[in-house]
């Protein structure tokens, strides 16, 4: 067995599967391997910092242990520099984690990731970036703008409701801000500097699947992928019965009528711009980031992530 280097543990405690017998576990799985620190985030924006302070310090590996709020962070925080990421399940969706291969379970992600940091295995997965307003934030599978992110911006609202429900209040959160859909603000999305689409929702991904229902994988942004391939999918209309039709069929794994009337998009290298008359809702990673006329999505930094799986 040879120790990969360093490594560092981040967790976020208020994470739905991150409890004080769980990390304990995880410590215990890392320690022969390297464990020199073990952290835990006290609120937002804390993962990137510490994340940024070990790999300072001289970290090789950070595990994070949390959902995709943690997982976004980390990767925020270490992408474009030489510090690998494990990203472990612990929230709800774990969405990054479940996409580059690991368990959505943390107990069944130790054997594979103690396997990984012997054999230094290593792959690198092409992120995204999101500019609004002169600022800049990396997302690590997804990003939405209009109906998704006021999906997003409900469920975070109510966090009882979304431990108690999981999934099922993002479900219930989509359905409500469907019903609001009249009064969104409309959206012209144009990739690559073509012409503009009008649309009620815009979804972008770097890679697949976009979310997850339970076990099933959502692929609803086709072609994205981590080699460096962004898409989007831009929504033209909100009726509800075409919604339900389309969350079936992709939950039944078949392809989205891109194209259709419903939905516009495709596979972009450069830019994706959309543009609002009034502020927009916008979520990256699950995250809601607020309200804003214009949002860029361009291809982001590379992280180094520790790959579960041989071969």
Partial sequence: ?????????????????????????????????????????????????????????????VVSLGGDGIANEVAGALAGGPVAMAPLPGGN?????????????????????????EAGRVREARLGLLTMDGGERVFAVNAGVGLDAATVEWIEARPRTK??????????????????????????ASA?????????????????????????????????????????????????GELARLGLRAARGRELPIGSPTLAGGVFTRELLVESDAPAPVQ????????????????????RAIEPREG
């Fill in 284 to 303: 990256a990673d699950g995250e809601p980031l607020g309200r804003h006329r214009e949002i860029r999505v361009r291809p982001g930094p590379v992280l």
């Fill in 192 to 240: 690559d500097g073509g012409e503009p689409v009008l649309a009620r929702a815009v979804l972008a991904a770097c890679g697949t699947p976009y979310t997850y229902l339970g076990r099933r994988p959502l692929d609803l942004v086709p072609g994205a992928a981590f080699d460096g391939h962004l898409a989007w999918v831009g929504l033209t209309r909100i009726r509800p």
């Fill in 93 to 117: 969706a774990n969405v990054f984690s479940r996409a580059i291969g690991w368990p959505n379970s943390t107990h069944a992600a130790l054997p594979p990731l103690r396997a990984a940091l």
């Fill in 1 to 61: 067995m040879t120790p990969p280097g360093p490594i560092a543990l981040v967790v976020n405690p208020a994470a739905t599967k991150s409890g004080p017998a769980i990390r304990a576990e995880v410590a215990s799985a890392l320690a022969p391997l390297g464990l020199e620190w073990s952290l835990v985030t006290t609120g937002p924006g804390d993962a990137a910092r510490l994340a940024a302070d070990v790999a300072a310090q001289g970290a090789a590996v």
């Fill in 163 to 188: 431990r108690r429900l999981r999934q099922a209040g993002f479900v219930l959160g989509a359905a409500i801000a469907a019903t609001r859909s009249g009064r969104a603000p409309r959206l012209r």
